[in-house]
T-cell receptor
Framework: DADVTQTPRNRITKTGKRIMLECSQT?????MYWYRQDPGLGLRLIYY???????NKGEISDGYSVSRQAQAKFSLSLESAIPNQTALYFC??????????????FGEGSRLTVL | AQKVTQAQTEISVVEKEDVTLDCVYE???????LFWYKQPPSGELVFLIR??????QNEISGRYSWNFQKSTSSFNFTITASQVVDSAVYFC????????????FGEGTQLTVNP
């Protein structure tokens, strides 16, 4: 089983719908992240959390919200999806002990299409 | 602010050719880490290497080698004797000491190795 699991893996929805992408990890890491990948733009950070009580905005947080339900769970919500939120979304984790040198461990990605 | 640029959007080579993927970064920190990740067609992100800003030694791992030059703010990646299985999107990324473990990614380079 994957150490970082994302659900759903694929989702097609309509404009205006609320969508939640879920991420769970078995690595025991404190830090979790949500990135968005668009062709030609690389991966951009949406939100990150360094522990359960710590939530921070990334570079493209508008239109998104997150919830850190437990150390192992970090969910990303689109309150009212719009077509330009069509993208591949990645959850990632890292070990606090690694500090800023820490390698990120990624989930397999969630492909979201907003019609 | 930190920034990573991968100017080569797409590269196409024939099997057994050597290929270099360029990465240029910007940072004001003196302590930082540089990373390379591989994204094969299956979509997952695979960690390849991490280098810290105080270690400019080149690194070789099998057919892969990395050239880190602080003087030109570059961290280039060379694949020797390329193989079809090397076909993937490759991302360079930067983590600054002041940004914790948040990674800033380049746009990615799509490498296609033809038989």
């Amino acid at each position: 089983d994957a150490d970082v699991t994302q659900t759903p893996r694929n989702r097609i929805t309509k404009t205006g719908k609320r969508i939640m992408l879920e991420c769970s990890q078995t690595k025991g890491h404190d830090r979790m992240y949500w990135y968005r990948q668009d062709p030609g733009l690389g991966l951009r950070l949406i939100y990150y959390s360094f522990d359960v009580k710590d939530i921070n905005k990334g570079e493209i947080s508008d239109g998104y919200s997150v919830s850190r339900q437990a150390q192992a769970k970090f969910s990303l919500s689109l309150e009212s999806a719009i077509p330009n939120q069509t993208a591949l979304y990645f959850c990632a984790t890292s070990d606090k002990a690694g500090g800023h040198s820490g390698e990120l461990f990624f989930g397999e990605g969630s492909r979201l299409t907003v019609l | 602010a930190q920034k990573v640029t991968q100017a080569q959007t797409e590269i196409s080579v024939v099997e057994k050719e050597d290929v270099t993927l360029d990465c240029v970064y910007e940072t004001r920190d003196t302590t930082y880490y540089l990373f390379w990740y591989k994204q094969p067609p299956s979509g997952e992100l695979v960690f390849l290497i991490r280098r810290n800003s105080f270690d400019e030694q080149n690194e070789i791992s099998g057919r892969y080698s990395w050239n880190f030059q602080k003087s030109t703010s570059s961290f280039n990646f060379t694949i020797t004797a390329s193989q079809v299985v090397d076909s993937a999107v490759y991302f360079c990324a930067l983590s600054e000491e002041t940004s914790g473990s948040r990674l800033t990614f380049g746009e990615g380079t799509q490498l296609t190795v033809n038989p």
